[in-house]
């Protein structure tokens, strides 16, 4: 995860750590332990003073990226957590588990205000529009559902994977979004009409997707 300044990097380890990257020199600058296992997923608050880590411990650590210290943890989930994505306004923080459920974290008060439930599989990939409205996530179920963050309702099922989604992104007007699955297909969809609009087959499975600025 990069800063918003694009100054740092904030990189999560297999053997537990966080690594805060200086991208000008081109030097680690800190080395924090996060889990006592692994680190499985890292992101960066727009205003670019906090991390969130998730690991093995079935909760997300909140870090002071200036004094490198943790300032709260989350906790909820029944079984580990394996996507997060932070919301642009910066309020709150959405979490996917292996336990199929989806939970939305204020940050400002460090609980949780929401638990998503309707993918009947592990959540794999978690995705918020830039209005920070409506989250896209995708499961090991084969769906991607969307969800009104507001009310917690899941606004729409999005069909057509045959095997489990891995990775999804919001275009930055937020009316598309790209997923990726293990079938093979990048597969883009109308998020105005709930609808597939596309896909791409790429010969073997596909792990992650980006999009680029005027996409």
């Known amino acids: 995860a990069v800063t918003p300044d694009g100054s740092h990097a904030v990189s999560g380890s297999g053997d537990g750590s966080l690594h805060v990257w200086n991208l000008v020199g081109g030097r680690c600058t800190a080395t924090i332990k996060a889990?006592?296992?692994?680190?499985?997923?890292?992101?960066?608050?727009?205003?670019?003073?906090?991390?969130?880590?998730?690991?093995?411990?079935?909760?997300?650590?909140?870090?002071?990226?200036?004094?490198?210290?943790?300032?709260?943890?989350?906790?909820?989930?029944s079984a580990r957590i394996i996507t997060m994505a932070v919301t642009p306004d910066g309020i709150h923080v959405v979490s996917g588990s292996w336990d199929g459920t989806l939970r939305v974290w204020d940050l400002n008060k460090g609980k949780c205000t929401a638990v998503l439930q309707g993918h009947t599989d592990s959540v794999t990939a978690v995705a918020v529009t830039p209005d920070s409205k409506?989250?896209?996530?995708?499961?090991?179920?084969?769906?991607?559902?969307?969800?009104?963050?507001?009310?917690?309702?899941?606004?729409?099922?999005?069909?057509?994977?045959?095997?489990?989604?891995?990775?999804?992104?919001?275009?930055?007007?937020?009316?598309?979004?790209?997923?990726?699955?293990?079938?093979?297909?990048?597969?883009?969809?109308?998020?105005?009409?709930?609808?597939?609009?596309?896909?791409?087959?790429?010969?073997?499975?596909?792990?992650?997707?980006?999009?680029c600025k005027n996409a």
């Open 35 to 77: 889990d006592p296992e692994c680190v499985v997923a890292v992101a960066v608050t727009p205003n670019g003073k906090l991390a969130v880590s998730a690991g093995s411990n079935k909760g997300l650590r909140v870090w002071d990226l200036e004094t490198r210290r943790s300032a709260f943890t989350l906790r909820g989930h």
């Open 134 to 211: 409506h989250v896209v996530s995708g499961s090991d179920d084969t769906t991607l559902r969307v969800w009104d963050l507001s009310s917690g309702e899941c606004t729409a099922t999005l069909q057509g994977t045959s095997s489990s989604v891995t990775s999804v992104v919001i275009s930055p007007d937020g009316k598309r979004a790209v997923s990726g699955s293990l079938d093979g297909y990048a597969s883009g969809w109308d998020l105005t009409t709930d609808t597939r609009i596309g896909t791409d087959y790429a010969y073997g499975p596909v792990h992650a997707v980006a999009l």
